[in-house]
T-cell receptor, first 115, second 115 residues
Framework: AQSVTQLGSHVSVSEGALVLLRCNYS??????LFWYVQYPNQGLQLLLKYTTGATLVKGINGFEAEFKKSETSFHLTKPSAHMSDAAEYFCAVTSHMGAGNMLTFGGGTRLMVKP | EAGVTQFPSHSVIEKGQTVTLRCDPI?????LYWYRRVMGKEIKFLLHFVKESKQDESGMPNNRFLAERTGGTYSTLKVQPAELEDSGVYFC?????????????FGPGTRLTVL
């Protein structure tokens, strides 16, 4: 069984400040990890993913995340928040090889960016 | 290339009525998934098609929900009769069957409100 916990359903930062969205997962086998973003009135868009290899992964819009096996974490960061980053962010995990795998999601974190 | 499309974008029905949601996956994607997000909760897996076959329907809440994918192209999800607790956002996702990573491509969702 897999599970994902996102700490903080709402996070508020000032424009230009560091963004840190937390994600911890539970998986009995090596996980594949994802961050998706949902902008208002849009679908889920893949920000970045970890499958194998380098544990620090870079995504779109300046976001990155680091897979830490010892901490079972996959926190999402961005050095400097922009107003356009305001959205809801979802961490997800799957442990199946290849395509054809269900995703298990965290509860989501809504990021608010103050001017 | 067109993304995953879902119809309708919003649906408001009364308890006891029937609603049918439609999903058109990305062309050539044999994997098709349905997920649901009930207000305030996490996004949860409903079922997975590989072409026209149901691969995994372990997330379907009860027998009021019927999913089909005739011909292995678009899929429909019918709720009959709808109950208040069925309200939420229904997401569809697709992915290629072979030679691809584990990520899924999501549609914009259908927001279902049962009154």
């Amino acid at each position: 069984a897999q599970s994902v916990t996102q700490l903080g359903s709402h996070v508020s930062v000032s424009e230009g400040a560091l963004v840190l969205l937390r994600c911890n997962y539970s998986s009995s086998v090596p996980p594949y990890l994802f961050w998706y973003v949902q902008y208002p009135n849009q679908g889920l868009q893949l920000l970045l993913k970890y499958t194998t290899g380098a544990t620090l992964v870079k995504g779109i819009n300046g976001f990155e995340a680091e897979f830490k096996k010892s901490e079972t974490s996959f926190h999402l960061t961005k050095p400097s928040a922009h107003m356009s980053d305001a959205a809801e962010y979802f961490c997800a995990v799957t442990s199946h090889m290849g395509a054809g795998n269900m995703l298990t999601f965290g509860g989501g974190t809504r990021l608010m960016v103050k001017p | 290339e067109a993304g995953v499309t879902q119809f309708p974008s919003h649906s408001v029905i009364e308890k006891g009525q029937t609603v049918t949601l439609r999903c058109d996956p990305i062309s050539g994607h044999d994997n098709l998934y349905w997920y649901r997000r009930v207000m305030g909760k996490e996004i949860k897996f409903l079922l997975h098609f590989v072409k026209e076959s149901k691969q995994d329907e372990s997330g379907m809440p009860n027998n009021r929900f019927l999913a089909e994918r005739t011909g292995g192209t678009y899929s429909t999800l019918k709720v009959q009769p709808a109950e208040l607790e069925d309200s939420g956002v229904y997401f569809c996702a697709s992915s290629p069957l072979l030679g691809a990573g584990p990520e899924q491509f999501f549609g914009p969702g259908t927001r279902l409100t049962v009154l």
